[in-house]
């Protein structure tokens, strides 16, 4: 069964540093998606994207953020400079198109130090 | 009023009992509505789509109620393998989706 995945499992980072986040979406999906959850809270939408250009996006993606899909397969959110506050399990999702089911990957937990 | 309003948990169940879910949205406007569920430090798995006139896969039976902006799950005859957190997922337009906040189901023994 076809499946997202994502790279790196955990990432630690220090505190003002870049990280890139890495996701493969299924490979006929056509609209993908980040999401975020802080510990013991609710999953967040942080972004959609589709036809290489962003969607919609959540008051949470601010400008340090940024996605791309730099090539046919991996679909990347960077943190440009990251504040403690970005620690959290980072959820890639795709789906065939708008509305239909989302399937998750494996998350990134990020830690902040 | 949240977007998305869940049950508080944990709920705490023998084996074999039968648990009902509730969820509330608030937007009026929502297209789809969906039940993921989540094990611990997981990634949300989708459970089963909610359609108006109501659906059922095997053990789960979900309904949707559109005036009254109400979501509901039901498990009957519930498992060990059924201790999770069920998310309330609604999209109220475009991709992006709205989590609840989740309910805890814990089967026992």
């Known amino acids: 069964e076809p499946e997202v995945t994502q790279t790196p499992s955990h990432q630690v980072t220090q505190m003002g540093q870049e990280v890139i986040l890495r996701c493969v979406p299924i490979?006929?999906?056509?609209?993908f998606y980040w999401y975020r959850q802080i510990l013991g809270q609710k999953v967040e939408f942080l972004v959609s994207?589709?036809?290489?250009?962003?969607?919609?996006k959540s008051e949470i993606f601010d400008d340090q953020f940024s996605v791309e899909r730099p090539d046919g397969s991996n679909f990347t959110l960077k943190i440009r400079s990251t504040k403690l506050e970005d620690s959290a399990m980072y959820f890639c999702?795709?789906?065939?198109?708008?509305?239909?089911?989302?399937?998750f990957g494996p998350g990134t937990r990020l830690l902040v130090l | 009023r949240k977007e998305v309003e869940q049950d508080p948990g944990p709920f705490n169940v023998p084996e074999g009992a039968t648990v009902a879910f509730n969820c509330t949205y608030s937007n009026s406007a929502s297209q789809s509505f969906f039940w993921y569920r989540q094990d611990c430090r997981k990634e949300p798995k989708l459970l089963m789509s909610?359609?108006?006139s109501g659906n059922e896969d095997g053990r789960f039976t979900a309904q949707l109620n559109r005036a009254s902006q109400y979501i509901s799950l039901l498990i009957r005859d519930s498992k060990l393998s059924d201790s999770a957190t069920y998310l309330c997922v609604v999209n109220p337009q475009g991709g992006k989706l709205i989590f609840g906040q989740g309910t805890e189901l814990s089967v026992k023994p």
């Open positions: 490979s006929n999906h056509l609209y």
């Open positions: 994207f589709y036809n290489n250009e962003i969607s919609e």
């Open positions: 999702a795709s789906s065939e198109a708008v509305g239909e089911t989302q399937y």
């Open positions: 909610v359609y108006s």
